[in-house]
């Protein structure tokens, strides 16, 4: 089996505890690994993760949170990082408007700069969306061409929809696992197994049974073995499945 965890935060752990996590990956199947930055520093920790660690890869940007922070450097730097050989992507970026860490305006301007350098790189957009799809969306449409996957999904079937008819993915993490996500298991449960893949957003959302922990990337095969349950598919197969779409997705070999 050959998983593929799209979207993790391997700079949040401790230098001294990350073998022994990638080392429990490995064992559980996980033979590649994103590392998501969410500010400059983030992601240049990321960017010497990927460096020094085989089959981990990395992605550049600046999560909505962090929006008030950003700055010209910042999108320099980023256009650099963006262009080193294991970059597989811009973000994670996007809008969230449930906690406004940053202010609204603020969030769609640094969203509509990293829109940009996406596409001026050619390079797949990670998506941060909390109760901003509409928005998302609109400003979205701008960039026809441009490869796109809503992290950590967990809207309703319509948003799942109207992401796939615009052309992108979805992933979805340990939520789906959680008692009380009945809405999103039916999303799960009847999605076009093309049109989604995996993650963990580690050390965040540890799946069941591990919820209540620090989440890691190993823990990936709880949500694998939960979806092919919920969809009546055969484990391997749904592993390969999703494994196919992430690799050409981030446009990797098989």
């Known amino acids: 089996m050959k998983l593929f965890d799209t979207h993790c935060h391997l700079d949040y752990?401790?230098?001294?505890?990350?073998?022994?996590?990638?080392?429990?990956?490995?064992?559980?199947?996980?033979k590649k690994i994103l590392t998501v930055g969410t500010n400059l520093e983030s992601s240049l920790r990321c960017s010497k993760i990927a460096d020094n660690k085989e089959n981990i890869f990395f992605s550049a940007g600046c999560h909505p949170h962090?929006?008030?922070?950003?700055?010209?450097?910042?999108?320099?730097?980023?256009?650099?990082?963006?262009?080193?050989?294991h970059c597989l992507?811009?973000?994670?970026?996007?809008?969230?408007?449930?906690?406004?860490?940053?202010?609204?305006?603020?969030?769609?301007?640094?969203?509509?700069?990293?829109?940009?350098?996406?596409?001026?790189?050619?390079?797949?957009?990670?998506?941060?969306?909390?109760?901003?799809?509409?928005?998302?969306?609109?400003?979205?449409?701008?960039?026809?061409?441009?490869?796109?996957?809503?992290?950590?999904?967990?809207?309703?079937f319509e948003d799942y929809l109207q992401i796939v008819e615009?052309?992108?993915?979805?992933?979805?993490?340990?939520?789906?696992?959680?008692?009380?996500?009945?809405?999103l298991k039916k999303v799960a449960k009847k999605a076009d197994n093309s049109k989604f893949f995996l993650e963990t957003d580690a050390p965040y959302l540890s799946p069941e049974p591990y919820r209540g922990r620090k989440n890691e990337p190993g823990y990936l095969r709880e949500i694998l073995n939960f979806l092919a349950e919920l969809r009546k598919e055969d484990k391997e197969e749904l592993a390969a499945k999703t494994t196919e779409n992430a690799l050409r997705f981030f446009r990797l070999p098989n």
Not at 66 to 85: G, H, Q, T, V, Y
Not at 103 to 111: D, Y
Not at 166 to 183: D, H, L, P, R
């Open 13 to 30: 752990y401790q230098s001294d505890e990350l073998e022994s996590i990638l080392e429990r990956a490995r064992e559980k199947g996980v």
């Open 66 to 85: 962090e929006a008030k922070d950003f700055s010209p450097r910042f999108i320099r730097e980023l256009k650099k990082l963006a262009k080193k050989k």
């Open 89 to 156: 992507a811009i973000g994670e970026t996007g809008l969230d408007y449930y906690y406004l860490h940053s202010p609204k305006k603020v969030q769609k301007e640094v969203f509509r700069q990293h829109l940009e350098l996406a596409a001026e790189l050619d390079l797949p957009l990670i998506i941060h969306s909390r109760q901003a799809l509409a928005e998302v969306v609109e400003m979205l449409s701008g960039f026809d061409s441009l490869s796109f996957v809503f992290h950590c999904f967990s809207g309703s």
């Open 166 to 183: 615009m052309g992108g993915y979805v992933s979805f993490a340990g939520i789906v696992t959680f008692k009380k996500t009945q809405e």
